[in-house]
């Protein structure tokens, strides 16, 4: 059984940050990628950032250049550092891991999701 629990959300105005983090606990043998979806109201969910076991970034071009994904592997931990946010940034984001088991199959896990709203 993996969990995955979000934080770092809130309510920030219009250029400011925030940085989220989520944390994967549980069975866990191997995680192949952590990152980052959001849904705004009325809209369906979007990849933001997402990001590999070998390090590789794959970052929404509407967010690219603002907002940054790392992990840290040793904790089971993806942050996602947001600047410069916008109003159109709000949504609710969910954190996501695709976990690698020891005979070759994946599973995807998800996050409760943690709110994002920016004020103009």
């Known amino acids: 059984q993996v969990q995955l629990v979000e934080s770092g959300g809130g309510l920030v105005q219009a250029g400011g940050s925030l940085r989220l983090s989520c944390a994967a606990s549980?069975?866990?043998?191997?995680?192949?990628?952590m990152g980052w979806y959001r849904r705004a109201p009325g809209k369906q969910r979007e990849l933001v950032a997402n990001?590999?076991?070998?390090?590789?970034?794959d970052i929404a071009v509407s967010v690219k250049g603002r907002f940054t994904i790392s992990r840290t592997n040793a904790k089971n931990t993806v942050h996602l550092q947001m600047n410069s946010l916008k109003p159109e940034d709000t949504a609710v984001y969910y954190c996501?891991?695709?976990?690698?088991?020891?005979?070759?199959?994946?599973?995807?896990?998800w996050g409760q999701g943690t709110q994002v709203t920016v004020s103009s």
């Open positions: 996501n891991a695709v976990l690698r088991f020891p005979y070759g199959e994946f599973k995807d896990y």
């Open positions: 549980g069975s866990i043998f191997s995680i192949n990628g």
């Open positions: 990001i590999t076991n070998s390090g590789r970034t």
